[in-house]
């Protein structure tokens, strides 16, 4: 992407987080956004083919911001301490457009076609920070984490948007209890993959190559 595309594409993303912060994502059409945007139609469609194409863009730029910040943690943090401290970050980043958010989160039930767009933008956000934390996404349960994960952003974002409070204690609440029955989730789900790799070996699954003199 040249950089007249790069300035662009940050004009559209600025223009539809502006329009959205009036309430009326759903309202919003291509047309107001180009104009908002001071462009043409046909060099907004040669960014995004959809709005929810920009919507993607504007949370893959956040997940950037997200994954940039230099955490710092110590050998001693779980992983639940670590999970707080970035989906705490990724609401940091968030908080300039919160009323747009807010928009999206009002309007998005109401348009099935464009949620389901958006859940595999929003469930990949999740594996990425799950990977910021020092988790893993991978392996058989790699997927059930980061959807386990995605539950507890969407329950805890419910309270964000509301949370006037200046040191954000109401959400940083919500996050810790959330991520607190996530763990127990996950603590049972570890032992179950222990216990299916041990009958996998015992069922000879895996068996060691016969040695050779």
Not at 63 to 71: E, F
Not at 78 to 100: G, K
Not at 124 to 137: D, K, N, V
Request: with cysteine; hydrophobic share 45%.
């Amino acid at each position: 992407m040249n950089a007249k595309n790069v300035d662009t594409r940050a004009q559209v993303l600025t223009a539809a987080m502006e329009l959205a912060s009036s309430g009326r994502w759903a309202q919003i059409s291509l047309s107001d956004i180009a104009r908002a945007a001071d462009i043409d139609l046909s060099e907004l469609r040669a960014l995004f083919p959809s709005k929810s194409a920009i919507l993607a863009a504007y949370f893959a730029d956040i997940d950037r911001r997200v994954l940039s910040q230099d955490y710092g943690f110590e050998a001693e943090d779980t992983p639940r301490d670590r999970l707080f401290e970035v989906l705490m970050s990724r609401f940091d980043a968030l908080t300039p457009h919160r009323m747009a958010v807010d928009a999206f989160s009002r309007d998005l039930p109401a348009d099935p076609i464009g949620a389901l767009c958006l859940f595999p933008t929003a469930l990949t956000s999740m594996i990425w920070m799950l990977e910021a934390a020092g988790i893993s996404s991978s392996g058989p349960f790699g997927l059930l984490r980061a959807k386990g994960l995605l539950a507890v952003w969407l329950t805890t974002e419910r309270v964000w948007l509301g949370d006037d409070s200046p040191d954000l204690g109401p959400t940083m609440a919500a996050l810790d209890r959330n991520l607190r029955r996530a763990e127990k989730f996950a603590i049972q789900l570890d032992r179950f993959d222990r216990l299916e790799a041990t009958k996998f070996n015992d069922e000879g699954g895996l068996k060691a190559s016969p040695e050779t003199d």
